[in-house]
């Protein structure tokens, strides 16, 4: 599965938009983005996938680059309980099994 | 509530001993996955059951084992413990049916264990 990197940590002010970026340079055409967030300690929660075109849910929007080489998980109006680690993950197709690999992630402070 | 239940939710135990941490995953869910999460590690894959049988191997210990039973859930036995493995261990569960196409994960709330 193609590697990720983020920034290790973000300040949005409540209110406004959270723009979390997601570098997946070496991502291969099978292979889905995914976020996930972690609240202190709780255990983690899917937030959103994609394969080629945005989407968007209740929680988020995602923006994948025509390239597909990045993406970016927007939260339109981040609130204090958006306060988290945000972890953006590449991987496969999946076929009945496969390792889902956290990396650092993002730690994105909502501020009031 | 993610429909993923995990037993016990902290466990206090000696260095040298054996725990067993239990999951049930949502109904219906065929897959299981299971995490730890220590201060220093980060979420580190473990291992993966589909529908009774192990499928993926992460960097887990000898010391320590999984099953998925008939009933679908799955037990992570950890034994001969040491201080090292005090952490958050997570289990998730995904429907698993569907090759091909995107799989969500639904974690539980984990187990806090501690070795003193």
């Known amino acids: 599965d193609a590697k990720t990197t983020q920034p290790p940590s973000m300040d949005c002010a409540e209110g406004r938009a959270a723009n979390l970026p997601c570098n997946h340079s070496?991502?291969?055409?099978?292979?889905?983005v995914y976020w996930y967030r972690q609240i202190h300690s709780q255990g983690p929660q899917y937030i959103i996938h994609g394969l080629k075109n945005n989407e968007t849910n209740e929680m988020a929007s995602l923006i994948i680059t025509e390239d597909r080489k990045s993406s970016t998980l927007i939260l339109p109006h981040a609130t204090l309980r958006d306060t988290a680690v945000y972890y953006c993950i590449v991987r496969g197709f999946y076929n009945q099994g496969g390792k889902l690999i956290f990396g650092q992630g993002t730690e994105l402070s909502v501020k009031p | 509530d993610s429909g993923v239940t995990q037993t016990p939710k902290h466990l206090i135990t000696a260095t040298g001993q054996r725990v067993t941490l239990r999951c049930s995953p949502r109904s219906g869910d065929l897959s299981v996955y299971w995490y730890q999460q220590s201060l220093d590690q980060g979420l580190q894959f473990l291992i993966q059951?589909?529908?009774?049988?192990?499928?993926a191997k992460g960097n887990i210990l000898e010391r320590f084992s999984a099953q998925q039973f008939p009933d679908l859930h799955s037990e992570l036995n950890l034994s001969s413990l040491e201080l090292g493995d005090s952490a958050l261990y997570f289990c998730?569960?995904?429907?698993?049916?569907?090759?091909?196409?995107?799989?969500?994960?639904?974690f539980g709330s984990g187990t806090q264990l501690s070795v003193l």
């Open positions: 070496t991502i291969s055409g099978n292979e889905y």
């Open positions: 998730a569960s995904s429907v698993g049916a569907r090759a091909g196409g995107a799989e969500k994960l639904f």
């Open positions: 059951y589909y529908n009774g049988e192990e499928r």
